[in-house]
Nanobody, 128 residues
C-alpha cells in the first residue's frame, strides 16, 4: 500500500525559503513519478511540480524559477525547495505518486488526474 508523508511546512515571512519533504513507503519509490500540488483556501488543487524517474522536472507557471523539485531514491524521499515565497504561496501542499509520468513539451506534468496516490498534506503560510 502506497503511503506518503509530507513535512516541512509552517509559517514563514514573505521572501523566505522553505523545503518540504515527502517520505514514501509501501512501494518501490524509484519506479514512480512524483509530484507536488497545493490547494489554497477556497481554490482548487494546483499542480506545482513533477519529477520523472530519471530526474526530469516540470513546473507550474506560478512557481517556475522559484521552486525546485528533487528526489533521493535511496531515502525514498522527494523534496520541494521553495524560494522567494509570497502570500499567494499560502496553501496546503500535497505530495503525490503515480506509476507513470505524463509529459507536456518533454516535461512531466503535475496534473491531478494522473496521480492516484496522495499524502495528507503540510500547511505553508506566508505572511507579508
Amino acid at each position: 500500500q502506497v503511503h506518503l508523508v509530507e513535512s516541512g511546512g509552517g509559517p514563514v515571512q514573505a521572501g523566505d525559503s522553505l523545503r518540504l519533504s515527502c517520505v514514501a513507503s509501501g512501494y518501490s519509490h524509484s519506479t514512480y513519478c512524483m509530484g507536488w500540488f497545493r490547494q489554497a483556501p477556497g481554490k482548487g488543487r494546483e499542480g506545482v511540480a513533477a519529477i520523472s524517474l530519471n530526474g526530469r522536472a516540470g513546473y507550474g507557471d506560478s512557481v517556475k524559477g522559484r521552486f525546485t523539485i528533487s528526489r533521493d531514491d535511496a531515502k525514498n524521499t522527494v523534496y520541494l525547495d521553495m524560494k522567494i515565497l509570497g502570500p499567494d504561496d499560502t496553501a496546503m501542499y500535497y505530495c503525490a505518486a503515480a506509476q507513470v509520468c505524463h509529459y507536456k513539451n518533454d516535461a512531466p506534468r503535475a496534473s491531478e488526474s494522473y496521480f492516484p496516490y496522495w499524502g495528507q498534506g503540510t500547511q505553508v503560510t506566508v505572511s507579508s
